[in-house]
């Protein structure tokens, strides 16, 4: 009778938590609707989207950081990113609506300051680039997509509908309304439209490729 008293408080104390994470989370449920089209319904997305788990983790620590508790925020972001392979520093600030996509290994320091609508997916990574001290992490801005792999480092900023392709390694400011390709990253305008945040990744426009493109013309044109 014991066990069965302690399955029963057990299911209604799980079925209270995810109802309460659907509630506070409902602008990152929506936006993992809105991106992902693999999302099917509600109980998929409570249950196993580790991007969802992180930012669970993630506030929870945050908020006990922000009222001065030592140790603890940070051990259980590092539970967090046990669990979902996904770290977010409890020192970091992120907005409503991140969208992290399966997010294996995507990395997000201490002092990255990330917008609303942002879109990360695996392997991205928000870091320093040395020991420094103060602001030393990326501030990006809001309607932003980070491509797989991505690395941003320092303390630089992203504008806002800015779109960085899949393995960019950026270290400078980028502009508002901008796409960031290559190694290091290279930036290419996109005449102040807003980006959609989309799963495409192979159609992103690289400079320098176009340029060799160009030239490859021209010396074909030249030796005619």
Same mark, same amino acid.
């Given at each position: 009778?014991?066990?069965?008293?302690?399955?029963?408080?057990?299911? %209604?104390?799980?079925?209270?938590?995810?109802?309460?994470?659907?509630?506070?989370?409902?602008?990152?449920?929506?936006?993992?609707?809105?991106?992902?089209?693999?999302?099917?319904?509600?109980?998929? %997305?409570?249950?196993?989207?580790?991007?969802?788990?992180?930012?669970?983790?993630?506030?929870?620590?945050?908020?006990?950081?922000?009222?001065?508790?030592?140790?603890?925020?940070?051990?259980?972001?590092?539970?967090?990113?046990?669990?979902? /392979?996904?770290?977010?520093?409890?020192?970091?600030?992120?907005?409503?609506?991140?969208?992290?996509?399966?997010?294996?290994?995507?990395?997000?320091?201490?002092?990255?300051?990330?917008?609303?609508? %942002?879109?990360?997916?695996?392997?991205?990574?928000?870091?320093?680039?040395?020991?420094?001290? /103060?602001?030393?992490?990326?501030?990006?801005?809001?309607?932003?997509?980070?491509?797989?792999?991505?690395?941003?480092?320092?303390?630089?900023?992203?504008?806002?509908?800015?779109?960085?392709?899949?393995?960019?390694?950026?270290?400078?400011?980028?502009?508002?309304?901008?796409?960031?390709?290559?190694?290091?990253?290279?930036?290419?305008?996109?005449?102040?439209?807003?980006?959609?945040?989309?799963?495409?990744?192979?159609?992103?426009?690289?400079?320098?490729?176009?340029?060799?493109?160009?030239?490859?013309?021209?010396?074909?044109?030249?030796?005619?």
């Amino acid at each position: 009778m014991v066990i069965i008293n302690m399955a029963i408080i057990l299911a %209604v104390a799980f079925v209270i938590f995810w109802t309460a994470v659907a509630v506070i989370f409902k602008r990152e449920v929506k936006a993992i609707f809105a991106s992902d089209p693999a999302a099917s319904n509600l109980p998929e %997305v409570l249950l196993t989207y580790s991007g969802l788990h992180a930012l669970v983790f993630y506030r929870i620590a945050h908020v006990l950081r922000g009222v001065g508790i030592p140790f603890f925020p940070r051990w259980l972001s590092q539970m967090g990113k046990f669990f979902t /392979g996904i770290e977010i520093h409890p020192g970091a600030a992120i907005g409503r609506e991140l969208f992290i996509d399966h997010g294996m290994g995507v990395v997000i320091g201490e002092t990255a300051i990330i917008g609303d609508n %942002v879109t990360l997916y695996q392997g991205v990574t928000l870091g320093g680039t040395g020991k420094e001290k /103060g602001k030393r992490h990326p501030t990006v801005g809001n309607n932003v997509v980070i491509g797989t792999g991505a690395k941003v480092l320092g303390n630089i900023t992203i504008g806002d509908n800015s779109y960085i392709g899949a393995n960019a390694v950026v270290i400078k400011d980028v502009p508002p309304n901008s796409t960031v390709v290559g190694v290091p990253g290279r930036i290419t305008k996109q005449d102040g439209k807003k980006i959609d945040i989309s799963l495409d990744h192979i159609h992103v426009l690289d400079p320098l490729l176009q340029e060799m493109e160009e030239l490859k013309e021209r010396i074909k044109r030249l030796e005619k």
